[in-house]
């Protein structure tokens, strides 16, 4: 059974349609990558399937229960780290996680067990407060693990962070996953998502403009080609062939050549792919 | 209703409280003003007259300086240990009555009475405790007093201003731990988003909004009543007073949560606040002019808690003559807190971005 099911869902603010019935599954030990830019309906989609806002239409369980049901049993066996960080700042580290713990009925929680898992176990009895931005993202991240969830989800988390800490938090993101949680991750960064995602479904004005492994979207949208440059006289000139029969004789041509100076293949990035389907980039 | 999740959310608060300025603040107010309105209008710094007595027999005197209101008085065993009180100024006064002393009076003997005056005691403590004293000698001896005295009052005859004070300084201890502690406590949660965090725990809306109440249940409950003992206002029996007292926490509480719900800020929350203050601030100005209609006090809703722990703390009346006044109480109180409740829902939308 799917951890996530999600059938023709949807949410409008007022006259705005944010959400127009977006289907998709997520299995348990899957991350699905929500790919989108602002705007696209990622948020809105989490804020459903997490009990915040009650859809306007479709239908959508996560573990079985029915989000508009508003059952405490279900948020017990999630976690959400949300976009804006929302930590009690006069609180230590440590405190956050036990206090949180104690309201999933948590009992002796190992709350620095889970913040060395993202290396904040030596800032453990400092406020929140006095936490850098990368730190208090971490915290976040922590925060949404301390009940060892079966559903995660995750919005930005790795949003306006350095490439290290960045690194550290899918690192930990594809434990959970490998541990069997099944991963809804937003994101508009399409390097995290091609990362950490099992498949991608690329959201687009509160729908799903594609959802599939982001190998199979970049192979059926992208181009296969490789980029040659070569030398031409006192310059360089670049030449891009196709990979296919027809080119090949050409591509063994110059790969012997000994004006050739650099080879590349042109794969598709899925930022690519997401601009060929939408007409408009991720980072919008 | 999870009350343990209730009480976990109310263990934190407390336990945060004391690293908010605004909780201090609330905490610190009363007992400002309660030094303050003493200072300026008397009995906080007003000690008793303080007289020790010898007693050698089983004088009439020593009785009636014991029953005595507004006197505080100590009976000893040694005159020695008595006179060492006087002199250190732990009494203002000390008296030794000899065995026999009534009789001797009656009978017109003149017998000594040895009354000693401490040097650094204030001159009206001496003034009051040696003409009592010699007052309450005269009674025994039997005689009729050397004149009549006819007291005059000048001014409108009534309650000192320092008791009329009391609902005031009783009203600042619950609005500032019942209405700001739980309605800042929230906003701050709707602020830091932290609210947001807690709805997509296993725990809802209504048991975050008990959880505030509890707390400026609790808080302004104890805050009034140790803003009553300090201004020596329980006047009726302890748990006369503290069921008004609760009652009234309770009220002053779903005010709280109310404005707590209603604002999106603290900004807002402030705003409200200073908004509604002369309006829930209004019946206790009735106590300090007893000369307005005092029916115009009964269209305010606080004022349906100030005239309990008026009547019962500091009147000395029964619980039973306030009983309709707790009972339009406990109904507003339950009104307001469908109101908060019906609001929450909102509340949560508006955190969701709906």
């Not at chain 2, 009592?132 to 309650?159: H, K, M, N, Q, Y």
Request: hydrophobic share 50%; glycine share 10%.
């Amino acid at each position: 059974m799917a951890a996530i099911e999600v059938e023709d869902l949807r949410y409008s603010y007022g006259d705005v349609e944010a959400v127009k019935g977006i289907s998709f599954e997520v299995a348990p030990g899957e991350v699905l990558g929500f790919l989108g830019p602002n705007g696209a309906g990622k948020s809105t989609t989490i804020k459903m399937l997490t009990g915040q806002l009650r859809p306007k239409g479709g239908r959508a369980t996560v573990l079985g229960f029915d989000v508009t049901a508003d059952d405490p049993q279900m948020q017990a066996r999630i976690g959400v780290c949300f976009e804006e960080k929302n930590l009690y700042l006069n609180m230590t580290g440590k405190e956050n996680l036990e206090f949180f713990a104690s309201l999933y009925g948590i009992k002796d929680p190992d709350a620095l067990g889970v913040l060395r898992r993202v290396g904040l176990a030596d800032r453990a009895k400092d406020r929140v407060g006095q936490y850098s931005k990368g730190m208090r993202q971490r915290m976040m991240i922590s925060r949404a693990f301390i009940n060892t969830p079966d559903v995660l989800f995750l919005d930005e988390p790795t949003d306006g962070l350095d490439p290290v800490t960045s690194a550290a938090i899918r690192t930990t993101i594809r434990e959970e996953a490998d541990r069997g949680a099944a991963v809804l991750l937003t994101t508009h960064d399409m390097f995290e998502a091609d990362q950490l995602s099992d498949r991608v479904a690329f959201i687009n004005d509160g729908e799903i403009a594609a959802l599939d492994t982001a190998e199979n979207l970049k192979l059926r949208y992208g181009t296969r080609s490789v980029k040659l440059r070569l030398r031409d006289g006192d310059g360089v000139r670049e030449e891009v062939l196709p990979l296919d029969h027809a080119s090949s004789a050409r591509l063994a041509d110059l790969a012997g050549s000994p004006d050739l100076l650099t080879i590349h293949t042109e794969e598709a990035s899925l930022e690519t792919v997401f601009i060929q389907l939408t007409g408009r980039g991720l980072a919008g | 209703m999870n009350l343990r999740l209730v009480g976990r959310m109310l263990r934190k608060d407390l336990a945060l409280g004391p690293r908010s300025p605004i909780f201090l603040w609330a905490l610190v107010m009363p007992f400002a003003l309660t030094l303050i309105l003493q200072v300026a209008f008397g009995s906080l710094f007003d000690p008793e007259p303080r007289l020790g007595i010898v007693d050698r027999g089983d004088s009439q005197i020593t009785a009636e300086l014991t029953a005595m209101e507004g006197l505080s008085v100590m009976v000893l065993d040694d005159p020695e240990v008595l006179r060492s009180q006087v002199e250190a100024n732990d009494l203002d006064a000390g008296l030794v009555l000899q065995a026999g002393f009534d009789e001797a009076v009656r009978a017109g003997d003149q017998p000594d009475l040895e009354f000693w005056i401490g040097g650094e005691s204030l001159a009206a403590n001496r003034i009051i405790l040696s003409v009592t004293t010699i007052d309450l000698v005269r009674a025994l001896e039997g005689d009729d007093p050397p004149v009549a005295v006819e007291v005059v009052s000048f001014g409108e005859e009534g309650l000192p201003i320092a008791i009329r004070l009391i609902p005031v300084i009783v009203f600042f201890a619950l609005v500032m731990a019942g209405v700001f502690l739980p309605g800042s406590s929230l906003v701050e949660e709707k602020e830091h988003g932290t609210l947001s965090a807690l709805l997509v725990t296993p725990v809802r809306a209504n048991e975050v909004l008990v959880a505030k109440w509890l707390l400026g249940l609790l808080l302004a409950g104890v805050m009034a009543v140790v803003t009553l003992a300090l201004n020596r206002a329980v006047a009726g029996n302890w748990l006369a007073v503290l069921v008004v007292v609760l009652v009234a926490a309770a009220l002053a509480s779903v005010f709280g949560l109310l404005v707590g719900v209603a604002a999106k800020d603290s900004a807002v929350m402030f705003a409200i606040v200073k908004g509604m203050g002369w309006f829930l601030f209004a019946p206790a100005l009735f106590y300090i002019f007893p000369d307005w209609p005092q029916w115009i006090a009964m269209l305010f809703p606080l004022y349906w808690i100030v005239e309990p722990i008026w009547q019962v703390a500091v009147m000395g009346e029964a619980l039973s003559s306030v009983g309709l006044e707790l009972g339009v109480a406990v109904v507003i109180t339950a009104g307001l807190g469908v109101l908060a409740a019906r609001l929450a829902r909102r509340m949560q939308a508006q955190l969701a971005g709906a």
